[in-house]
């Protein structure tokens, strides 16, 4: 890919989901609900903790948001899995927009969560560093991240792994 952009708003993330955007490869980001940002602050290929790329993204936290009407009733707080799914996201965005061929699927890490998104918090900040990118018979995603709620770290997350499958993996159920 030549001129990459880095920034996103929330249609284009939209036009992503739907495999709209030009020049994305077929690595696709979940629609909603379950697309777990609003933008795409800052992306990149060699800056982050390990000069590897990095990827900042931002929820807009509204008290009407699907999950806090179920999770839970009368005690409304964001699913810690959600805040973790939007850092796999991420990081799969990150090996498409590279140009890496093949659907995303979360192979997994280690988080700890030291709090919680309620409704009295009004943004969410979502970032990865890339730690290592391996191209080879598929594409994988190795990130550290991090997520803040109203700018305090809530959860931080180690090895995350993401990888890109290609459809004959897909069909024939090889995951990994």
């Known amino acids: 890919m030549s001129e990459r952009a880095q920034s996103f708003g929330y249609d284009e993330l939209l036009a992503h989901s739907r495999g709209e955007l030009p020049g994305q490869m077929d ?9 777990m940002f609003d933008r795409i602050t800052h992306i990149d290929d060699n800056g982050g903790s390990f ?15 699907w999950f806090f009407k179920c999770h839970f009733i009368g005690d409304p707080v964001m699913p810690g899995c959600l805040g973790l799914d ?28 030291s709090g919680q ?21 598929l594409t994988l995603g190795i990130a550290d991240g991090w997520v803040k709620a109203d700018g305090k770290q809530i959860y ?9 499958f290609t459809d004959a993996q897909m069909q024939d159920n090889r995951i990994g």
């Open 27 to 35: 690595a696709r980001l979940p629609a909603p609900p379950m697309l």
């Open 51 to 65: 000069g590897k790329g990095q990827v900042r993204a931002e929820l807009d936290v509204k008290p009407d948001l």
């Open 86 to 113: 939007a850092l796999w996201q991420m990081t799969g965005f990150f090996l498409g927009w590279g140009g890496s061929p093949g659907r995303g699927r979360a192979l997994g890490g280690e988080i700890k969560m």
């Open 117 to 137: 998104v309620t409704t009295d918090i009004e943004c969410v900040e979502y970032g990865i560093d890339i730690k290592r990118v391996l191209r080879s018979r």
């Open 156 to 164: 931080e997350a180690n090895d995350l792994r993401v990888g890109l």
